[in-house]
């Protein structure tokens, strides 16, 4: 079975330090890793994916994200935060049950404070 | 430039009745369609997907059922709701495997 989970559900910190969300996975086979945002009020926006190749990926709004096999792990960063990364954020696996079903974790309520 | 365009923005309706939530993508032929269910503040729970015409697969029972009548339309419906189908409906478009989803904007439903 596959499983995504975040296990900080909300997370506060002061613009221009720097911010880590945790996501770990769990799967059998070779994960394929999204993250996505949603500001307040607001539909899930793509970030970045991890599918094969280099650890850390790039994705946009400054964001990152790197994939660590050794310990399932898949944690988004950036430095500085800025107060308008305020928002939700969202680790995925792509799943094998179903055409591409993607499992969300709960999700990590972000606020940056100015 | 394609667009992922869902209807309507928001719902109040009665416990009981009917339901019928759009989705239209404009821009991509054949792309794999979703509905996506996200309980408020809560994660997100793919309830169907269609990769053609005609040909829609449920994940999860949640007295709820989707159609694709067209290439480009996803139709989510119900003849009676609940208070249990309040939530966030989100249409997602992808054109293969391990390419990311593009989100619709979203209906927000409130059950009564």
């Known amino acids: 079975a596959q499983s995504v989970d975040q296990p900080d559900a909300h997370v506060t910190l002061y613009e221009g330090a720097s911010l880590e969300l945790r996501c770990s996975y769990s799967y059998s086979a070779a994960p394929y890793l999204f993250w996505y945002v949603q500001y307040p009020g607001q539909s899930l926006q793509f970030l970045l994916k991890?599918?094969?190749?280099?650890?850390v990926v790039k994705g946009t709004k400054g964001f990152e994200a790197e994939f660590r096999k050794s310990n399932s792990s898949f944690n988004l960063k950036k430095s500085p935060a800025h107060w308008s990364d305020s928002a939700k954020y969202f680790c995925a696996l792509e799943g094998d049950t179903g055409y591409q079903n993607f499992y969300f974790g709960k999700g990590t309520s972000l606020t940056v404070i100015p | 430039a394609q667009t992922i365009h869902q209807w309507p923005v928001a719902e109040i309706k009665a416990v009981g009745s009917p339901l019928s939530l759009g989705c239209t993508i404009k821009?991509?032929?054949?792309?794999?369609l979703y509905w996506y269910w996200q309980a408020t503040g809560g994660t997100l729970q793919q309830l169907f997907y269609s990769i053609t015409v005609g040909q829609v697969e449920s994940v999860v029972q949640l007295n709820l059922s989707a159609s694709r009548p067209k290439d480009d339309q996803f139709i989510l419906s119900t003849e009676k709701l609940l208070l249990s189908h309040s939530g966030f409906y989100l249409c997602?478009?992808?054109?293969?495997?391990?390419?990311?989803?593009?989100f619709g904007s979203g209906t927000r439903l409130l059950v009564i």
């Open positions: 821009g991509k032929s054949s792309p794999n």
């Open positions: 991890y599918i094969t190749g280099d650890a």
């Open positions: 997602a478009w992808s054109l293969e495997p391990n390419s990311d989803y593009t």
